[in-house]
């Protein structure tokens, strides 16, 4: 099936040095969204913030030294190939003067698009985008890349209830790459779909995970070579470990507790040992946990940081090029971004704060000038822009830069979509149910 292309008009594609207003006028109904979409959170928001001096801190986290946990967490030696998250995409041309991007295109997408993962699913060696849906659509939805820029093919892949979150890797050692999808409902569960993925109708396998998941992210945590997954369960303050048995199938979940309201997962070594280590955003615990591993047997070491109020999402690179992966966080109900250093030994500096749009509730890296040092993307999801920040390449980053999108960006991600070693952007939009592809120009 073709998708509905129309072609926007970028209004401002020329990077722009601006103060945090946004160049549309918001949308003044978009509080009551809000609060239709986040009640709870935000109600648990206020608890939370109650909770954890109370109960939360002492009982599960030292947030000044380790905690273990009593789960055994092995690690694994593939943390490169495994890392979901993109530690060091970058551009490899030359240092351009201005940032610009290509006026937008355009797709149709499904009610509420949330989420939105890269990959070649269906193994022609191009980039595909994968988008999950806060609603009840019943359906993912691919758009297959022809490397050059343009998604042709739109292709709905039945899934269940609310599939809010997608993961791709390869799950079944087959060199091809998997999808697992994260059911967002009070018996969350998480459907695995075995690759190459071409066809509409697809009936996957279906695992049991907590209440409400937000999040999923896979990568080999045992040092077994067999992709496992984890899921972020929102509501119930946990998250659940699948490990994998290298042909596509997995453990029940094994759950572990974690802060109040784990939200976003990203896997990565933090510690430069080859093993996989992840990190979690609490969302109503003002943190972000770290589980360190330390190679075969060995427990992991859990740290907790301070970010600002509700950390919503998070992304990684090396920003001071020291050779280990740093952390941004985006504050969704705090309008922040909280880039925390990591030092090396199992430790991070303390938060750096940097004000962004209002709501993000996404954010991504990558170096998209071509001058070598990561930069950050940052979505406003109660308007219609995302902000980028450049880096200098020793943990700091420049003015806010705003380039306009569809309403209510949601989520965001970035890759070389026409191969032409510029990094691109694509982000899907809730508010108008599109997905926009910003062309790297510069
Ligand atoms: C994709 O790339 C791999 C490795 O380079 C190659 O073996 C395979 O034939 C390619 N597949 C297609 C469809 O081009
Ligand atoms: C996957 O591997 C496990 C463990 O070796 C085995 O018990 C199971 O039958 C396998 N399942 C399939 C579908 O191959
Ligand atoms: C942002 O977070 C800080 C620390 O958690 C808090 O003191 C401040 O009030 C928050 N600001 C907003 C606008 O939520």
Redesign the pocket.
Known sequence: MAANIKISELSSNKAQSTDNSPSSSPPNFRRDILFRQYPLLIFGSLIGVVLSAIIITPLLINTNGTSSLNIKIETLDRATNMTPGKASIGSVNSKCHQLTFAPYTTYSTLERPYSISTGDVNGDNITDLIIGYNSWTFKITIYYGDGSGTFSTQSSIVSDLIPIAVAVADLNNDNIKDIAVAHFDYFGSVAVYLGPIYENIYVPRTLSVGDRPYSVIIGDFDHDYNADIIVANTFDSTISILWGYGNGTFTAQNTVNTLNGPISLVAADFNNDDYLDFVIANFHS?RISVYFTHGSGVFPTIKSFLT??TPRSIAIGDFNNDEYIDIVVV?Y????MSVLLNTGNDNFQSQMVYSTGELPMSVAVADLNGDTYLDIIVPSNRYSYFSIFLGYGNGYFGTELIFNTDLWPASITVDDFNNDNRIDIAVVNEGDDTLNIFLNTC
Request: overall charge positive; hydrophobic content about 10%; proline content about 0%.
């Open positions: 003002s600002r109020s504050n109900i705090n309008h922040t």
